[in-house]
């Protein structure tokens, strides 16, 4: 044996040795990586929900290509741990791993699904502690990095965002097709997708509308809700009524409440739904799936040429809906789109481009 093979064994051993007594080389747990010179945390899990949980957790880690994209890579480490209520269990991760973005998945008994994304890590101790609660109707996690405090953390709300973990964890195999097609975010996304055409038209393969104004006529109904009006300078409460889609029926008046009970109590002095345009007509008015809000003081304007109404002036008319509001903001939350962006190009000023301000639509149309 020459004197450099030999050198070489011997620094070998040496760090193997290196790495056993101080890193922890070899995780216990299944599918966590073996990773050298890399020490190991365990990670407890209380389950205090009252519920048979499944919990899975993986993290990520992001890779820059040389052309400037970037993209996650996964990197299972927990995957179907079950806990029944009131129990708990202990896993290894790397310390390592435990620094990049998790995202966790909990899966319980009632069939319920939970996403937990966590993107910004404290440094961890010698253990991590996760206790999941129920806070209300909603998960919450209460997480000790090792330094003895405790954050809560929140499960991960919005339809954009579960839209997003879903398919994330589709991705992953750990979501099926079907519990990602059934889940009830879709119905609060924008533009038009199976769910929603199946929710008013019953098919997803049915065609769009309905073929005459009878056949439409007989798939609505009358809905009243409140609203704020003007009286001189001050805002009075009031009600409006409106013929809509039977499907959205309970739907519309809780957008129209929920704008009512904001602070900013937008007043409401014209609304309309359902409106037969004619049998070639695509308008979202035939099979009402549209409305109108405050008409003249909202106008439709088409490259410079007012359609209907007056004008939109947030800045001066308390009528004219303004593009942050309450009103655009409580109607998107509910996956309807807004005429004075929907269409318009990106274009600015409203004289430019194709604006319906005071339109909003179901499908996005």
């Given at each position: 044996m020459n004197k450099t093979t030999g050198r070489f064994k011997v620094f070998f051993a040496a760090a193997f040795?290196?790495?056993?007594?101080?890193?922890?080389?070899?995780?216990?747990?299944?599918?966590?990586?073996?990773?050298?010179?890399?020490?190991?945390i365990p990670v407890r899990l209380y389950n205090q929900t009252g519920r048979d949980i499944t919990a899975s957790i993986v993290s990520t880690k992001t890779t820059t290509t040389d052309w400037g994209d970037s993209y996650d890579t996964a990197?299972?480490?927990?995957?179907?741990?079950?806990m029944a209520a009131g129990g708990e269990q202990e896993v290894t991760l790397a310390a390592s791993v435990i620094r990049e973005p998790i995202y966790i998945y909990i899966k319980d008994s009632t069939g319920s699904h939970w996403f937990f994304n966590i993107q910004s890590v404290p440094t961890p101790g010698d253990?991590?502690?996760?206790?999941?609660?129920?806070?209300?109707?909603?998960?919450?996690?209460?997480?000790?990095?090792?330094?003895?405090?405790?954050?809560?953390?929140?499960?991960?709300?919005?339809?954009?965002?579960?839209?997003?973990?879903?398919?994330?964890?589709?991705?992953?195999?750990?979501?099926t097709y079907e519990e990602f097609q059934n889940e009830g975010f879709w119905y609060n996304l924008p533009g038009s997708n199976d769910a929603k055409w199946s929710r008013v038209f019953g098919s997803a393969d049915a065609a769009y509308g309905y073929a005459s104004k009878d056949e439409a006529a007989a798939h609505m109904t009358r809905v009243t809700f409140p609203v704020w009006k003007m009286n001189g300078d001050k805002k009075v409460s009031s009600t409006a009524t409106i013929w809509i889609n039977s499907a959205l029926a309970d739907e519309v008046v809780q957008i129209f409440t929920e704008i009512y009970n904001d602070p900013e109590q937008f007043p409401i002095n014209s609304v309309g739904g359902y409106s037969w345009r004619g049998d070639t007509s695509s308008s979202e008015h035939n099979p009402g799936c549209a409305i109108d809000i405050n008409a003249n003081e909202n106008y439709q304007i088409r490259y410079g040429n007012v359609v209907v109404g007056s004008f939109w002036d947030p800045s001066q008319s308390v009528y004219s809906i303004p593009e942050d509001g309450s009103v655009v903001r409580i109607f998107e939350a509910h996956g309807w789109s807004w005429g004075g962006d929907a269409w318009a190009g990106y274009t600015t000023p409203s004289t430019s481009g194709n604006h319906d301000y005071m339109h909003f639509s179901y499908f996005g149309t």
């Open positions: 040795l290196f790495c056993l007594l101080l890193t922890g080389c070899q995780s216990s747990t299944p599918g966590t990586p073996s990773l050298p010179f890399v020490r190991t990197n299972p480490l927990v995957t179907g741990y079950t253990y991590v502690n996760l206790l999941l609660r129920m806070d209300g109707d909603r998960l919450v996690a209460d997480a000790d990095w090792g330094d003895g405090n405790a954050q809560t953390i929140q499960t991960v709300s919005g339809s954009y965002q579960l839209y997003n973990e879903f398919s994330r964890w589709y991705y992953w195999n750990m979501v």
